[in-house]
């Protein structure tokens, strides 16, 4: 480590700059009847991903309780934290939510005029593993742990020249960005694949088009013709002609996953899916992607995609079917399966519910349609996904290295070229 380098602490950064840490409102200060559908959006714990804020779900409040709460409002550079729970998980805010809102149940530090120490570094540095063990040995509460600004305060920084610091923020920013990108561009595949199922198999616009006399939408003509031109009557009211209602379980089965104690797992590369995503790794599958995951008991109702090979424990179900698998993912997405929890003590899914779900069921040759269309849509989200999680673990290999001095920027400069496409 250069002489240059400072031993220091996250308080005495704040300190030094004209910052501060700060908790976010108390439940009294925030009601729940304050929060609306429309408004400025709150980050809570459960919006702290990555090093980003993830806007899935995201509380939004009126600007009067913004204004009112004005010493809760989000700057460039701060960095948010979640006080209970995962605590190391905080986020840098960027220009884009600036005048957000700093939630309950979170942490702001706010870092000041970047005299010393840039805010983007030291975002990068709270990241740092052996930070993160820091942070869970020294959060306070039995059952739960909780941060509090004197914790936080004493988080011990290695402060290199501000300008290392720059070099190595604008270096590790630009892996940050290829990969938020990646993830970005999955989510606006995620929507047109959603968007496409809907529009053949919820609202028949196809259908629709064709009897009105219209040329579907986007559209070819051999994908057109597989649609009928009218409707008729069923149970589950207009259906397009010639589709018959159909059970779930006539095409899909919903296998049971198996138990498998996170002590009894051996290291490996297989996920293992409990039904709040994956749980951990093992070294051998129960079942080959790509497949469906579904959550049983717990988080009832849950749904994950997985391309490889994966091992389902007894808290999900696993999809095996015949037909597209990608038909399957998407319809389980419509039947409202999160609602249909039925067990008041611990959440649980009732396979024989699911199978008892009917809708109206096309011909195969549309679902073959389906499938040519969203089958590519999968396979780019899978190879954006497998270049994102590349990229992270190439910062997370350089991050320690850069931060400590072990490793020189033209070096890991070298590094970035190799990878980055």
């Known amino acids: 480590m250069s002489a ?63 204004d009112r709460l004005s010493q809760h409002k989000l700057q460039m550079g701060d960095i948010v934290f979640s006080r209970r729970g995962d605590v190391t998980k905080n986020a840098l805010i960027r220009q884009h939510e600036v005048g957000w809102f700093c939630g309950t149940g979170c942490l702001k530090v706010r870092l000041g005029d970047e005299s010393i120490a840039n805010a983007k570094f030291i975002s990068h540095c709270l990241r740092l593993p052996d930070i993160k063990d820091w942070l869970i040995r020294h959060a306070v509460g039995a059952t739960m742990p909780n941060l509090n600004t004197g914790i936080l305060s004493a988080v011990p920084i290695l402060l290199p020249p501000l300008k290392t610091q720059r070099e190595i923020a604008l270096m590790l920013g630009a892996l940050d960005d290829r990969i938020t990108l990646l993830r970005e561009t999955n989510t606006t595949l995620e929507a047109i694949a959603q968007a496409l199922f809907k529009s053949w198999f919820v609202d028949f616009d196809p259908v629709r088009a064709k009897l009105e006399g219209r040329a579907p939408e ?61 749980t951990g790794c093992h070294n051998e599958s129960l079942a080959i992607g790509p497949s469906i995951i579904i959550g049983r008991k ?17 808290t999900v179900f696993f999809v095996r079917t015949t037909i597209p698998m990608t038909y399957c993912f998407y319809l389980l997405q419509t039947l409202g399966l999160t609602g249909m929890n039925t067990d008041a003590a611990v959440p649980g899914l009732n396979r024989g519910n699911v199978y008892r779900l009917t809708v109206p069921f096309p011909r195969a040759e549309i679902l073959g349609a389906f499938d040519d269309i969203v089958g590519v849509i999968r396979k780019q989200i899978f190879s954006n996904s497998q270049q994102a999680q590349t990229l992270a673990a190439l910062r997370d290999t350089l991050l320690p290295r850069l931060i400590s001095g072990q490793l020189r920027l033209p070096e890991s400069v070298d590094k970035l070229d190799e990878t980055l496409p």
């Open 4 to 66: 240059e380098w400072q031993e220091t602490t996250l308080g005495q950064i704040c300190s030094s700059q004209g910052g501060a840490i700060q908790t976010g409102p108390f439940g009294s200060q925030l009601h729940t009847s304050d929060y609306k559908v429309v408004g400025i959006p709150v980050v809570m714990p459960t919006n702290i991903g990555d090093g980003g804020i993830v806007v899935d779900g995201i509380a939004r409040i009126d600007q009067a309780d913004v």
């Open 218 to 278: 986007g559209m070819d003509e051999a994908t057109a013709a597989l649609f009928p031109d009218s409707f008729e009557e069923s149970a589950l009211g207009l259906v397009p002609r010639g589709w018959r209602l159909a059970r779930l379980d006539e095409f899909m089965e919903l296998a049971y996953g198996k138990a498998l104690k996170s002590t009894d797992r051996i290291p490996g590369e297989i996920p293992v899916y409990g039904s709040g995503g994956v």
């Open 298 to 314: 717990g988080t009832v109702g849950s749904l994950y995609w997985e391309d490889q090979p994966f091992f389902a424990i007894d």
